[in-house]
């Protein structure tokens, strides 16, 4: 099948694959995969122009959903938390749109970018693995995996879960959402995807409790990107492709709304050290891929 506006042509079954066994996957960590699907777009299907990156900010809206009902329907939705993730990755997109179009047209530089991101995101992983390196316990019961907000202001945010108290900072939060939702906004992943990972490595939090709220932001925020890719648009017609292929980024999302579900809804019987180790190899490895095939390709 031939897709005019990317100049894509693969068969019509592929792209809902590999979504689904991606996104099953990286919804266990809060991630939508997104970031994971922009190097299979432009190194396996040739799709390198902008027009990349809010196309996969479709498959985004159309696959989150049913991983965020799955994580509400369970109790497991920091709801304050997702607010804050929002305020901050919503300005962070648009500021990071115009970055990928002034600065980063070309695939070149942009795969060096998206590798540097990736490796920080996959290093910070290991050392949290690491400074963690005992054993872990046990999964808590069902029953145990719930959230229950103790108290929210602008200063701090405190909540319980399985058991154990967390504790963080809300303009730390808010400040760190606006970083990685300009780099999000710059690669095309809405800015909740590099959130999640950063809860766990930086500030302690269980991704068992974390990721609905990271799949949230990442809902609200990848609306805003296509919004902003659409609207533009027109401004650079006959330069190059800058809004997204509706249908490419469709297909894609309907393997990714399957397989959210599905990893949202056996997330709780994975142990939290397995699903980081997940999450880092492969942050490293696609970074890895990147920067050894610029510099040494």
């Given at each position: 099948?031939?897709?005019?506006?990317?100049?894509?042509?693969?068969?019509?079954w592929l792209p809902p694959l590999v979504a689904f066994v991606v996104s099953f996957f990286t919804s266990?960590?809060?991630?939508?995969?997104?970031?994971?699907?922009?190097?299979?777009?432009?190194?396996?299907?040739?799709?390198?122009?902008?027009?990349?990156?809010?196309?996969?900010?479709?498959?985004?809206?159309?696959?989150?959903?049913?991983?965020?009902?799955?994580?509400?329907?369970?109790?497991?939705?920091?709801?304050?938390?997702?607010?804050?993730?929002?305020?901050?990755?919503?300005?962070?997109?648009?500021?990071?749109?115009?970055?990928?179009?002034?600065?980063?047209?070309?695939?070149?530089?942009?795969?060096?970018?998206?590798?540097?991101?990736?490796?920080?995101?996959?290093?910070?992983?290991?050392?949290?693995?690491?400074?963690?390196?005992?054993?872990?316990?046990?999964?808590?019961a069902e029953g145990h995996f719930v959230v229950e907000l103790r108290s929210f202001s602008l200063g701090?945010?405190?909540?319980?879960?399985?058991?154990?108290?967390?504790?963080?900072?809300?303009?730390?939060?808010?400040?760190?959402?606006?970083?990685?939702?300009?780099?999000?906004?710059?690669?095309?992943?809405?800015?909740?995807?590099?959130?999640?990972?950063?809860?766990?490595?930086?500030?302690?939090?269980?991704?068992?409790?974390?990721?609905?709220?990271?799949?949230?932001?990442?809902?609200?925020?990848?609306?805003?990107?296509?919004?902003?890719?659409?609207?533009?648009?027109?401004?650079?017609?006959?330069?190059?492709?800058?809004?997204?292929?509706?249908?490419?980024?469709?297909?894609?999302?309907?393997?990714?709304?399957?397989?959210?579900?599905?990893?949202?809804?056996?997330?709780?019987?994975?142990?939290?050290?397995?699903?980081?180790?997940?999450?880092?190899?492969?942050?490293?490895?696609?970074?890895?891929?990147?920067?050894?095939?610029?510099?040494?390709?």
């Amino acid at each position: 099948m031939y897709f005019a506006v990317s100049g894509v042509e693969t068969p019509i079954w592929l792209p809902p694959l590999v979504a689904f066994v991606v996104s099953f996957f990286t919804s266990m960590g809060g991630v939508s995969g997104a970031f994971l699907l922009l190097p299979f777009q432009m190194s396996f299907l040739g799709f390198t122009s902008p027009s990349v990156s809010p196309t996969n900010l479709v498959y985004n809206i159309v696959s989150i959903p049913s991983g965020v009902w799955r994580y509400l329907k369970e109790g497991r939705m920091v709801w304050p938390l997702t607010w804050v993730v929002i305020a901050g990755t919503l300005p962070g997109v648009i500021l990071g749109g115009f970055i990928r179009l002034i600065w980063l047209p070309d695939p070149g530089p942009f795969k060096v970018f998206v590798g540097c991101v990736l490796l920080y995101i996959g290093v910070r992983m290991f050392m949290d693995l690491a400074q963690k390196a005992a054993a872990p316990a046990p999964a808590p019961a069902e029953g145990h995996f719930v959230v229950e907000l103790r108290s929210f202001s602008l200063g701090q945010l405190s909540f319980d879960f399985a058991g154990q108290n967390y504790t963080c900072s809300t303009p730390g939060i808010f400040g760190l959402s606006l970083a990685v939702g300009i780099v999000g906004g710059t690669y095309g992943i809405g800015g909740g995807a590099i959130v999640a990972p950063f809860f766990v490595a930086v500030y302690g939090l269980p991704v068992h409790a974390v990721a609905g709220a990271a799949l949230m932001g990442t809902f609200v925020t990848s609306v805003v990107g296509v919004a902003f890719y659409q609207a533009i648009a027109p401004w650079y017609a006959g330069q190059m492709a800058v809004a997204p292929d509706w249908l490419l980024g469709a297909l894609f999302g309907i393997g990714g709304l399957a397989g959210m579900y599905c990893g949202a809804r056996l997330q709780k019987y994975v142990r939290a050290a397995w699903i980081k180790v997940m999450l880092g190899l492969i942050l490293v490895g696609t970074a890895a891929k990147y920067l050894i095939g610029f510099f040494w390709g």
